[in-house]
């Protein structure tokens, strides 16, 4: 399938929206009352840091809703107030947060069911509204709707439509794309539908024994069960590697994907040569600047001291786990919640733990003074972030029981 044709002649359809409806002023005073907090304003104010009796919150300098995600949610208004009787879907949730999705649940916009890893577009009909959310959505997906007739509304990141480009410029000149990310995370099956051939790699550990695996060679067969979800259709490493180009799904660690882009290049150049190098490799930086500023405030704030970590964002949200993942390296006790309502009753915590299961913690904020850092996921709102410090602030006011 001719991908960048598809999207040239989506995009020239009467029923495919990509901007606003003009009823920006009212969402965004309806966003401000519903996400914004006077608190988290106040904190800003104060050089992140605010102490309340026996505990200093300090905040990360970047933190929250980035403005991929904003828009993403402000067109998702704009929509139901658009069309307010129409049928609206949206392909996925809108942004990985919970209260946000609940939000518009509460606005009758309906979301995609799962049956069996397969979402159940039987129920979408002619005519209908549908939105696909921050993170994309697949080709497949795409001509699906647009073959129901449906009317699209796409709030599809403009970073991640950069990655989308970029995978099409590796396919033109017949290079795979090497993809830093998680196989079956929305955008990187987005992603991989607008590739030519692919590969997704996890992590380091991962590229590494690609990289062995283009110099040396090595059983095919088992590097195919170590990649078979994470490859495209009729791919073979002993021939689908001789020219690669690095894509990412843009909410990865920013140093791994930096690395991964290094680990290639060396490899490339190392096999072919100097001469041969622009033959065989291709790269080019598709990292989001939110997701960087993020991190970098995040291993800034980790630098300080701090007591306790508390990490705010939805539990499928990769930048949220990323961000978790710095705090968990430094060994500092982190604790990832997806809302505020996981904390209590009293001193007790129920969090994720980092690529692991639920858990719950006990008296998990220590006795007296106490440092907390703070941060949150790109798709977390700053009130999220406000009702999770007053919880922590009214659990160190309560008198302790002997």
């Not at 490859?231 to 660690?253: E, H, K, V, W």
């Not at 990292?287 to 701090?306: H, Y």
């Not at 978790?324 to 009293?346: F, K, L, M, T, W």
Request: include cysteine; aromatic fraction near 8%.
């Amino acid at each position: 399938m001719d991908t960048k044709a598809f999207k040239r002649s989506l995009h020239h359809s009467d029923k495919y929206f990509r901007q606003g409806f003009g009823h920006g002023d009212d969402v965004a005073g309806q966003m401000q009352t519903e996400y914004n907090s006077g608190l988290i304003q106040e904190i800003r104010a104060l050089n992140y840091t605010l102490t309340r009796g026996n505990v200093t919150i300090k905040l990360a300098e970047a933190f929250g809703f980035c403005w991929g995600v904003e828009r993403a949610v402000a067109m998702a208004y704009e929509t139901r107030q658009h069309f307010p009787t129409e049928r609206i879907w949206i392909t996925n949730e809108i942004i990985h947060n919970p209260s946000v999705n609940q939000r518009l649940k509460d606005m009758n916009v309906a979301f995609i069911e799962v049956q069996n890893n397969d979402k159940d577009f039987s129920v979408v009909g002619q005519g209908d509204v549908v939105i696909l959310p921050a993170f994309g959505a697949s080709v497949q997906e795409m001509q699906l709707l647009n073959d129901k007739g449906c009317t699209i509304v796409d709030t599809t990141c403009p970073w991640v439509s950069k990655v989308w480009n970029t995978v099409e410029k590796h396919k033109k000149k017949d290079h795979t794309s090497i993809i830093h990310g998680k196989y079956n995370h929305e955008e990187t099956v987005a992603t991989s539908s607008f590739a030519g051939k692919y590969l997704i790699v996890l992590n380091l550990d991962q590229a590494q024994y690609v990289a062995d695996y283009i110099l040396n060679g090595g059983n095919r067969g088992e590097f195919m069960a170590k990649f078979g979800n994470a490859c495209s259709t009729g791919f073979d490493p002993d021939t689908d590697l001789d020219r690669i180009g690095i894509a990412n799904q843009t909410t990865m660690l920013k140093g791994e994907t930096e690395q991964i882009g290094k680990l290639f290049e060396h490899t490339m150049l190392k096999k072919y040569g100097p001469q041969a190098l622009n033959d065989h490799f291709l790269s080019f930086n598709t990292i989001c600047d939110a997701t960087q500023e993020r991190q970098d405030a995040m291993f800034k704030l980790v630098d300080e001291t701090l007591d306790v970590m508390v990490v705010i964002g939805g539990y499928n949200s990769s930048n949220t786990t990323h961000l978790q993942e710095i705090a968990v390296e430094r060994n500092i006790p982190s604790y990832h919640i997806d809302s505020a309502s996981r904390i209590g009753p009293g001193n007790r915590i129920e969090h994720k733990l980092l690529h692991g299961e639920m858990a719950v913690t006990e008296n998990w904020l220590p006795a007296g003074p106490v440092v907390v850092g703070v941060t949150s996921g790109a798709s977390t709102p700053d009130r999220s972030v406000e009702d999770t410090i007053e919880r922590i602030f009214a659990i160190k006011a309560e008198p302790v029981l002997a």
